[in-house]
């Protein structure tokens, strides 16, 4: 299983707003930097918020992103049938196994 | 613009070797490192390793040992991840990604090649 954790699935109705729960530790998301990630059916990832609440340019504001303690969050209003897509966080783990990791990703359904 | 372009896909024997590649323009390719994820179908992103574009040095992560290596040419600004005796559970789609990293905890990756499929079937 991942080392970070994520709902595996969320869904609501076009123009709501959904928000994504990350979970992790003090060796990861308490002591570094989240960035999240939307892979859209078929595609590879795209950047969507990095130092966990920057966005790329592009990416429109209706993504924001947010940390405290050892959670992130990200949050998308104004849904669009467009936004339905997997979601991951992404953040540096410096424990034993030190490296880069991800959550286990989160699939949104728009309704 | 920025952007890895990947190499196509491959269908592989069980016991083979496979050489994806992951050619960079739009930036200087020694500037940043290049990591490598795998995602197996149906399944989420999993961390392979990077290798350092300036030393040439690469770092696997647990699980990507022995059979996974990645090596560079950086005259044509490309890199590479070679996989030896593939098993059926090596079948996933494999992306490059480009890391920027301010030091501090402040990385990210962008932006990621299009993904090559590697499948491996008798």
């Known amino acids: 299983q991942s080392v970070l954790t994520q709902p595996p699935s969320v869904s609501a109705a076009p123009g709501q707003k959904v928000t994504i729960s990350c979970s992790g530790s003090?060796?990861?998301?308490?002591?570094?930097?989240v960035s999240w990630y939307q892979q859209l059916p078929g595609t590879a990832p795209k950047l969507l918020i990095y130092?966990?609440?920057k966005r790329p340019s592009g990416i429109p504001d209706r993504f924001s992103g947010s940390k405290s303690g050892t959670s992130a969050t990200l949050g998308i209003t104004g849904l669009q049938t467009g936004d339905e897509a997997d979601y991951y966080c992404?953040?540096?783990?410096?424990?034993?196994?030190?490296?880069?990791?991800f959550g286990g990703g989160t699939k949104l359904t728009v309704l | 613009q920025v952007q890895l372009v990947q190499s196509g896909s491959e269908l592989k024997n069980p016991g083979a070797s496979v050489k994806v590649s992951c050619k960079a323009s739009g930036y200087t390719f020694t500037s940043y490192a290049m990591n490598w994820v795998r995602q197996a179908p149906g399944h989420g992103l999993e961390w392979m390793g990077w290798?350092?574009?300036?030393?040439?040095?690469?770092t696997y992560a647990q699980g990507f040992t022995g059979r996974f290596v990645f090596s560079l040419d950086t005259s044509v600004s490309t890199a590479y991840l070679q996989i030896s005796s593939l098993k059926a559970e090596d079948t996933a789609v494999y992306y490059c990604?480009?890391?920027?990293?301010?030091?501090?905890?402040?990385?990210?990756?962008?932006?990621w090649g299009q993904g090559t499929l590697v499948t491996v079937s008798s």
């Open positions: 990604a480009r890391e920027v990293n301010y030091g501090s905890g402040r990385n990210w990756f962008d932006p």
């Open positions: 992404g953040t540096w783990d410096s424990s034993l196994s030190a490296g880069r990791v």
């Open positions: 290798i350092n574009t300036n030393t040439g040095n690469p």
């Open positions: 003090s060796s990861n998301i308490g002591n570094n930097y």
């Open positions: 130092e966990n609440n």
